[in-house]
């Protein structure tokens, strides 16, 4: 096709069905008679990777030849969602692709459908780190993916008579035709044991860790592959497995059971991920994935380096730099002090210079509760010779550096001092982070002066020059070229053809926005991307909606600071004024939602359960005819977001101010032409900035308004009484009306809004909100003023490609130079 990517992969259609049908039968084992629709994606994704797997050995090739220095992302997530799609748009052959299955009688989008998303993250940290490496390889820079191969990702989520239930996911319960393992990359890591402390000839101290146990990690490689196919990187995501090593002791002493019983153990450290999202567990076993993966990564990088250097560490910072995304890695600090001191035996500060050069920190949120912290206790059973070093790094920054600042400043001492005292003795990650890295930054803006000003402040006038942004971003492939090919193809009748990689040239339909022939254009593929959504909705929760309402999304995880519940209470309200008066002016609404939450988190659990039963209600009142209609899909995840966004009308980005550190789905969906309903917080102010204040709607509290309130004694009450609507509306949670025959049955979402004290300020912002719901319904009643709206915003978003983010990173944190594969 005219718009595809000019790769150097020239196959045509026949040879392309040929591989497919040949996979089909020599690496599957079947036929064209027998295949069902999973065997023929599997062999697709066959045929693609025998033209991917060729670059990837070419790219490792080249890094190695050429000694280049590259960025390692630590991430425990990595939420890639399904590759068939997005590798053939970035190897340029998803129209040979559509045409061989077409042949073959087959449709591309059913044999898409088959494959199930890469679910190895819980939302924004894991998504962002997938378009991270996307961009990576697009821009030819030598890159690697660092994480775990979970059996299971995260949970899939069903509703039980509108609760959310969770089940297990198994995407590779039938194998994954991706993945590549790589046994001869297998790394052992110890764990637990004790410290012995030896004294050599010269009466040198010399540390021993006698670990109590022995942890296989075996290495899964994921081919990244770069938009146009130049660059295919590697994610490496490490399995754990018994030792073999150890087993063997045991199996001797007739302990097989026992032997088997360590199996399970091990295995379990990669067994599933951890579906908190923004709640520390404080849990043995994710301390232990979290050091498992860091110590197998760090291995594979020294491994790599040594095999360029030998024993000569002095270019080590040259070669290589650690991205810590989030603190969850931050124990690859210790990790590497203890390679560098114990066994390569260098003096610490030797080796301590080599750290602070090699290691760089994202920060990704500010909530209290999400802050990582380990008891001192548990560190010492599980990684004694870590806690000793990090000790030591603190005993040192102290002394060194924090006394000299602030001589005699004891309570500054305690801030800053990695170990937090108290009944129970903490290690603060985020401070061992901050201390080890030679960076450290937010993910927008006003995100990045809030960790400088209210999360680390005197850390920041200790190190004024260590704090910095690199605003997030997304990868346009995914998130316009693959998900909304029409809109794409509109692009390209008026934009260069290379706008998938050069976004800033998305520019160029500002000129268009008030054409009303583009215009027109514009809005009817809208309407077709709503009609394909509205199938998706009947067919997953029944309901019929009009393709031709406004069509009003909020996706994210749910999370009572990014306010789902303000949503409902207005929604409501809504409901509330067309049942006062059904003659109300607005135009017809569909609110959708996705969202998983947590599955220990009580009140995000409860306010899922209210949407749904409101839902039900408001769905089938005849009274408001289908003025207003609800529907939150179940299981939101990357593949459904696909689906979702091309669709949206408007954009939901309404979390109370400061709390919400970027948010990524904000600039997906202005991407593709929602209009913005947002507060003034994370990358929604970039957004604004971009899009114009014309072309977004802004509403409530800024940061220092949230401040001034809250220190003033914020009281919900006075919201309640002063309010008829909020009144009512909340008063409504405490009978049976959505609820039939269980009142009270949704009254805990009343009772956190006004007896827990409203945290997050949904009701001092619903006035405001409530306008500016006002605002949108005129806009969007008025098709030409909505048009140019949604085309600016897509005009508008050229800064928030994720290879803007990548260069950022390259340019102010990472020191890279691109590399050509040939
Ligand atoms: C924390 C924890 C705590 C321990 C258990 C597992 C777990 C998993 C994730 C997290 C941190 C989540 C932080 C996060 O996802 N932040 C989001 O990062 C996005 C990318 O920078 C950003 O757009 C969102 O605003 C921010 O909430």
Not at 117 to 140: I, W
Request: glycine share 6%.
């Amino acid at each position: 096709a005219a718009t595809e990517v000019k790769s150097n992969l020239d196959v045509t259609v026949d040879e392309f069905q040929q591989s497919i049908v040949r996979h089909l039968h020599v690496s599957l084992g079947t036929d064209e008679n027998k295949a069902n629709s999973k065997a023929w994606w599997t062999a697709t994704c066959a045929a693609v990777n025998e033209l991917v797997f060729e670059r990837a050995t070419q790219t490792q090739k080249t890094h190695y030849k050429k000694d280049t220095r590259a960025v390692h992302y630590l991430s425990l997530e990595f939420l890639m969602g399904r590759l068939l799609k997005n590798n053939l748009t970035n190897v340029g052959l998803t129209e040979i692709a559509q045409q061989a299955l077409d042949k073959l009688g087959l449709d591309f989008h059913k044999i898409c459908e088959e494959e199930p998303d890469l679910a190895l993250g819980n939302g924004g940290l894991g998504r962002l780190a997938a378009c991270y490496v996307d961009s990576l390889a697009t821009l030819d820079f030598p890159a690697i993916g660092y994480g775990i191969h979970y059996e299971h990702g995260l949970f899939t989520q069903a509703f039980l008579e509108g609760r959310q239930v969770e089940r297990p996911d198994s995407w590779r319960e039938y194998g994954n035709p991706w993945e590549i393992c790589r046994p001869e990359s297998v790394q052992e890591i110890p764990l637990y044991g004790y410290v012995e402390t030896k004294y050599d000839d010269k009466g040198q101290i010399h540390k021993e860790w006698h670990p109590g146990r022995i942890i296989k990690g075996v290495p899964w490689d994921i081919p990244v592959v770069g938009y146009g196919a130049k660059t295919v990187n590697i994610l490496r995501l490490w399995e754990s497995r018994a030792s073999d090593f150890f087993n063997w002791d045991v199996f001797n002493a007739g302990g097989y059971l026992d032997a088997q019983v360590e199996n399970v153990q091990a295995e379990t450290i990669s067994k599933v991920l951890y579906p908190n999202d923004n709640t520390d567990a404080g849990k043995e076993l994710r301390l232990i994935q979290q050091y498992f993966f860091c110590a197998c990564s760090i291995k594979d990088i020294v491994r790599r380096y040594k095999r360029a250097h030998g024993d000569d560490w002095s270019k080590f910072a040259e070669q290589v730099v650690m991205q810590l995304n989030d603190t969850h890695p931050a124990i690859a600090i210790p990790e590497m002090m203890r390679i560098l001191v114990d066994r390569a035996e260098l003096k610490w500060d030797q080796a301590w210079t080599i750290c602070q050069k090699v290691f760089a920190y994202t920060n990704h949120t500010l909530l209290p509760e999400a802050l990582e912290k380990w008891s001192v206790r548990l560190f010492e059973k599980v990684l004694p010779r870590h806690l000793e070093i990090i000790y030591e790094i603190n005993s040192r920054f102290l002394e060194d550096v924090v006394e000299v600042a602030f001589p005699g400043d004891d309570s500054v001492k305690r801030k800053l001092s990695i170990i937090e005292e108290g009944h129970e003795k903490m290690v603060r990650m985020g401070n061992l982070s901050v201390i080890g890295s030679f960076k450290v930054n937010g993910v927008a803006e006003i995100h990045s002066k809030l960790v400088k000003k209210d999360l680390f402040p005197e850390f920041n006038s200790l190190w004024p020059d260590k704090f910095t942004n690199v605003t997030n971003g997304v990868t346009p492939r995914r998130w316009l070229k693959s998900c909304n090919p029409k809109l794409s193809n509109l692009i390209s009748e008026h934009v260069d053809a290379d706008w998938p990689v050069h976004l800033n040239k998305l520019s160029k339909l500002a000129d268009l926005a008030t054409d009303s022939k583009f215009q027109k254009a514009y809005m009817q593929i809208k309407l077709e991307n709503k009609i394909e959504l509205a199938k998706v909705i009947k067919e997953l929760t029944g309901v019929e909606v009009d393709p031709t309402a406004l069509f009003d999304i909020q996706i994210k995880r749910l999370h009572e600071y990014k306010r789902q519940q303000l949503n409902l209470i207005h929604i409501m309200a809504l409901y509330r004024r067309l049942l006062q008066n059904p003659d109300y002016d607005m135009p017809k609404r569909v609110f959708i939602f996705g969202a998983k939450a947590a599955p220990g988190y009580y009140m995000a659990k409860e306010i899922i359960y209210a949407i749904n039963k409101v839902a039900d209600k408001v769905n089938n009142d005849e009274r408001i005819k289908d003025k207003l209609k609800i529907v939150f899909l179940p299981n939101y995840r990357v593949s459904l977001a696909e689906k979702m966004i091309p669709a949206a009308d408007v954009s939901e980005q309404i979390s109370l101010a400061g709390k919400e550190a970027s948010g990524t789905g904000n600039m997906k969906l202005a991407l593709n032409g929602a209009v913005t309903i947002g507060t003034l917080d994370g990358a929604n102010i970039e957004i604004a900035e971009e899009a114009g204040e014309d072309n977004v709607v802004i509403f409530g509290l800024t940061v220092d308004e949230v401040k001034e309130l809250k220190s003033a004694g914020y009281n919900p009450w006075d919201y309640y009484y002063a309010n008829n609507e909020i009144k009512a509306v909340l008063d409504w949670f405490d009978c049976d009306y959505f609820t039939p025959g269980k009142p009270g049955e949704l009254a805990e979402i009343k009772r956190s809004l006004l007896d827990y004290g409203d945290t997050y300020l949904s009701l001092a912002d619903f006035a405001s909100y409530s306008e500016a719901h006002k605002k949108i319904d005129k806009l969007f009643q008025d098709e030409k003023t909505w048009a140019k709206m949604a085309i600016m915003n897509t005009a508008t978003m050229g800064k928030f490609n994720s290879d803007r983010s990548i260069l950022d990173y390259v340019q102010n944190i990472w020191n890279l130079d691109t590399c050509d594969i040939k």
